[in-house]
């Protein structure tokens, strides 16, 4: 699923081609790829493109007349830029196609199970009403970041993951995350020490600062063709049996349901290996049984109030 940096990536590359020009028309392949009905979609054909935002790992076209396209890519959708008028790929990949004055921008999604979706909202607070809730670490203090993790007692793993409570942190990201803070991803959150948690903190802030700044600078020069969960230069996440960049241990994972998630036994907990039924049960329970169902949860008082 595109977290944030690729999320940032994707709305650097769309600023260079649409801020400030039309919205043509919307092409839709996919019926159900189209969650809303009011306004109708043709209200946004002709509006010009007001800026480009992020909320969570939503992607937000705000055009004139206080409309806002909400797309939402899940985890295999993806974004690709074509001259003017591209037609829609077939064979169950292509879901849409949003042609603009300077050209056409592609959505596919690989897989059978279509989640990606579109809406079109009036208004600012239509357009909260899709906001799941988290925060930004990095515009957090640590103070304000232990709080909200603490709020509920989760492993660290689900914490940062949890959209109600983070904004744009995922699977792959927060495996980066722990590792750089030598962290186990199933330390409950209501157990660490501050030390560990401003640890974390800190942690959260520079990787995703880091691979934001990568995959901009990427995305300056061509767009994003590549947006995936595993890239070359990560410590962790996609490297299961390869040496730990730090100490050079293999690199440990822990399976449960369709997630993995990738840890250093050496650099993260103490040379212990997780993958044991007590802790597999733990995660099951902890989490949701797919990313998407851990996406796609609403916010909460708790959480929207930490």
């Not at 970041?145 to 927060?174: C, M, Q």
């Amino acid at each position: 699923m595109p977290e944030l940096p690729d999320i940032a990536a994707y709305i650097h590359a769309l600023e260079k081609r649409v801020d400030g020009v039309r919205l043509e028309r919307v092409r839709l392949r996919s019926p159900f790829f189209l969650r809303s009905v009011e306004p109708p979609l043709a209200a946004a054909f002709g509006a010009r493109v007001a800026g480009i935002e992020r909320l969570g790992k939503r992607i937000v076209v705000a055009l004139d007349g206080d409309l806002f396209l909400v797309l939402h890519l899940m985890i295999a959708g993806r974004l690709w830029w074509h001259d003017l008028g591209k037609e829609i790929p077939g064979g169950g990949r292509g879901l849409a196609a949003l042609d603009f004055e300077t050209g056409t921008l592609v959505v596919t999604e690989a897989g059978t199970k279509k989640r990606a979706s579109l809406y079109l909202v009036k208004g600012r607070e239509a357009l909260a009403a899709h906001d799941p809730g988290g925060l930004d670490p990095r515009r957090m203090d640590s103070h304000a970041f232990a709080a909200r993790l603490r709020a509920e007692n989760h492993t660290i793993k689900r914490a940062l993951t949890d959209p109600r409570v983070l904004s744009g942190v995922g699977n792959s990201y927060s495996d980066e995350i722990l590792h750089r803070a030598r962290l186990s991803p199933v330390l409950q959150t209501q157990r660490m020490t501050e030390t560990e948690m401003f640890r974390l903190h800190g942690a959260t802030c520079a990787v995703l600062a880091e691979w934001t700044e990568r995959l901009v600078a990427e995305a300056e020069r061509a767009w994003p063709q590549k947006v995936t969960a595993f890239r070359e230069g990560m410590a962790a996440h996609g490297r299961y049996g390869k040496p730990c960049p730090v100490c050079g241990s293999p690199i440990q994972r822990i399976r449960y349901a369709d997630n993995e998630t990738n840890y250093c036994a050496r650099c993260q907990t103490g040379g212990k290996l997780l993958a044991d039924r007590s802790l597999s049960r733990l995660l099951h329970k902890d989490w949701p049984k797919t990313l998407d169902e851990l996406e796609l949860l609403r916010p909460t008082k708790k959480a929207s109030s930490a």
